[in-house]
């Protein structure tokens, strides 16, 4: 699979440098290193924002993997997520929940990024038709927010 060359590449060094594990010559940390460092610092800095008022969604860690995994499907997955909370972290897990205005019953969505694993899960509700997209090897667990945004839209008439 070509086309997830790069961000595993990109992805195992941003591991590395989480970790403080990849440095050059003399102790300094690599270009690489640097960069997957500066990529979750700038998600960091952006917890508890709205993606309205922030542009996690828009450019970044976060928005780069979003766009890869759902390609032509991005513009209407975001649709599901205009009336959504603000970014949200636990543990190493990056995350947003929201829904199609007026639609919450057929049309929500989900995404969360580990920090940790480099990996991105999506979920979400397509006209009360739920599907799953993620990287390969993505095994950490959903969030609790999450889980029970997931268990409420499933378990809503309707949907």
């Not at 700038?42 to 996690?56: C, I, M, N, R, T």
């Not at 450019?59 to 890869?68: E, F, I, K, S, T």
């Not at 970014?87 to 995404?111: M, P």
């Not at 997209?133 to 959903?142: N, R, Y």
Request: charged fraction near 15%; aromatic fraction near 8%; glycine fraction near 10%.
């Amino acid at each position: 699979m070509q086309g997830h060359t790069w961000y595993r590449a990109w992805g195992f060094a941003a591991v590395l440098a989480l970790a403080g594990c990849q440095s050059g010559p003399g102790g300094a940390p690599t270009a690489q290193a640097t960069d997957g460092q500066q990529a979750y610092q700038e998600l960091q800095a952006q917890v508890g924002k709205y993606h309205s008022d922030a542009p996690f969604l828009q450019r970044g860690v976060m928005a780069a993997r979003l766009q890869h995994l759902l390609g032509a499907q991005a513009p209407v997955f975001m649709r599901n997520l205009e009336v959504a909370g603000p970014l949200q972290k636990e543990g190493s897990v990056y995350f947003i929940t929201g829904n199609r205005k007026h639609e919450g019953a057929s049309n929500a969505a989900a995404v969360a990024l580990d920090a940790q694993t480099n990996t991105m899960r999506i979920w979400w509700l397509q006209d009360g038709q739920p599907r799953v997209v993620q990287d390969p090897g993505a095994s950490f667990l959903w969030p609790k927010d999450v889980n029970t945004m997931i268990s409420n839209a499933l378990n809503t008439p309707g949907s």
